[in-house]
């Protein structure tokens, strides 16, 4: 037995309150990038990916090997600042930057460049190209791109749909710029509010993946996002909550409620086909789990299973297990816009308060209406008969207040969303534009990031 998980997750979060007391708010990114070949943007082949991983080991950083199937799926490396990853994301065709957290938006770009710049250098080197984009623009999503990792192996037995047309293998060409800041224990509720509350402003307003499969998608702007409600459509634990979040306990106990995956012991997965929510298993005397093969085990839940549970709620924003305000809802950002979600999710969370009455002006079900409809038409979506636009104005205004209150110039990063908004186009609107005109060469002209991350011109209008 594991005895009131609830208890445990909220000492957790009180220690992480205290560590943090009396310090400047901190912030890190997760940024996924697809890998493409040049000229023809496919995805590159397994092999070409293991030399990525090479160059890092050769400029000391330390392989990463998944302990299913013993092979290299990324390399970590370890400075004064603390520790940064580069992985291999759900598709092999997707890497992954870490980054340890940083207490100013500047010192975090400085890390995203100098991790980045071997890689960078290494597929220039090698005829590949890392895109700023949501998803991959040539190749489809395939079970084929599936990343050799363990934990791959057991979703589309957890979550069976009976349809061959829906599996995880839907992520394995899609890329996503999500941001951690600390958030402190009382403002868990306003936060998971204003950044669930907010999925659909950000959406309308960083959409980046309309160009997949060879083609321009004809119903969604971002169909990245599109993808989490196709693969759950039935579960609470993608988008948006169904709920407008009010209290941590609350919120924590309806984690505890979910349907459990998998733990891992040795590094391997353990399904938990018979528990109806995380909460049963870990009051049960003997759980009893399914290996991959198929052979029933007596199974002790551990501390350690609470952390891998919480990965497994995918909710627009989220309580991550570094007990962060995990900001997840937004598609990979073009080169200028690197730091964009970064000092989006930052400035929003200097300026709390002002984000919750914002949001508190709308009702839930009409903020979640608002997000499918993001999701189809961008800037051109509407929320409680207003133009999404109007909501997007005003929190860009409450971000860029909560970063001129840090004193640290930081506000000048949310300059291309502002962009944007004057000209009402997100980036998939700008990346349809360039495929129409020139197909993959007009996305390499766009969203083709160098060591500079300069705006590398293609369709302004």
């Known amino acids: 037995m594991l005895e009131d998980p609830l208890q445990l997750l909220i000492e957790r979060l009180e220690q992480a309150n205290a560590r943090r007391r009396g310090r400047t708010r901190q912030v890190g990114l997760e940024l996924k990038f ?23 080991e050769e400029r000391g950083w330390q392989l990463l090997r998944d302990a299913h199937s013993d092979r290299a799926v990324g390399a970590k490396q370890a400075t004064g600042g603390g520790t940064d990853v580069v992985s291999s994301a759900t598709g092999y ?7 340890a957290p940083q207490p100013c938006l500047a010192s975090l770009e400085q890390r995203v ?9 290494h597929c220039r080197d090698q005829g590949l190209q890392l895109l700023g984009q949501g998803i991959h623009p040539i190749t489809a999503p395939s079970p ?9 192996l057991f979703w589309d037995d957890v979550f069976d749909h009976g349809d061959p047309q829906v599996g995880v293998y839907l992520f394995t060409t899609t890329a996503a710029s999500q941001a951690h800041v600390d958030i402190a224990t009382e403002e868990i509720a306003d936060a998971l509010a204003v ?3 907010l999925a659909a402003a950000q959406i309308a307003l960083n959409a980046n993946s309309a160009v997949w499969a060879n083609r321009v998608d004809p119903r969604h702007k971002a169909v990245h996002e599109s993808f989490w409600d196709r693969w759950l459509p039935d579960e609470d634990r993608v988008g948006m909550p169904t709920a407008r979040p009010a209290s941590p306990e609350g919120y924590l106990r309806r984690l505890l409620d979910l349907k459990p995956v998998y733990v891992e012991r040795g ?24 290996t991959g093969e198929g052979k029933q085990v007596e199974i002790e839940p551990r501390a350690e299973d609470l952390d891998l549970h919480l990965t497994f709620c995918w909710h627009n924003a989220r309580i991550s297990k570094y007990c962060t305000l995990e900001n997840r809802v937004n598609c990979q950002q073009p080169p200028e816009a690197m730091l964009a979600v970064g000092a989006l999710s930052l400035g929003l969370s200097e300026g709390l308060q002002e984000a919750r009455q914002l949001v508190d002006r709308y009702r839930w079900a009409d903020l979640r209406a608002a997000r499918r409809e993001a999701i189809q038409r961008g800037l051109e979506a509407r929320v409680d008969d207003q133009l999404l636009s109007v909501l997007c104005r005003e929190m860009l205004e409450i971000a860029s207040r909560g970063l001129r209150a840090r004193g640290r110039s930081e506000e000048r990063y949310l300059a291309p969303l502002w962009e944007r908004l004057s000209r009402a186009r997100c ?10 005109r020139r197909g993959i060469e007009g996305i390499f002209e766009r969203f083709a990031i160098n060591e500079k991350f300069e705006d590398r011109g293609g369709d302004r209008s």
């Open 34 to 56: 697809p890998v493409v070949v040049r000229p023809t943007g496919k995805a590159p082949s397994r092999e070409a990916i293991q030399g990525i991983w090479r160059r890092l």
């Open 93 to 99: 065709c997707v890497i992954e930057l870490a980054t």
């Open 113 to 121: 460049r100098a991790a980045l710049e071997p890689i960078l250098r």
């Open 144 to 152: 084929a791109l599936l990343t050799a990792k363990g934990r791959n």
């Open 195 to 197: 950044f669930n509350g």
């Open 267 to 290: 590094g391997e997965p353990i399904m938990l086909p018979s528990f109806a929510s995380f909460s049963e298993f870990c009051a049960s005397r003997h759980p009893i789990g399914v």
């Open 427 to 436: 980036p998939a609107d700008q990346a349809a534009s360039a495929f129409r």
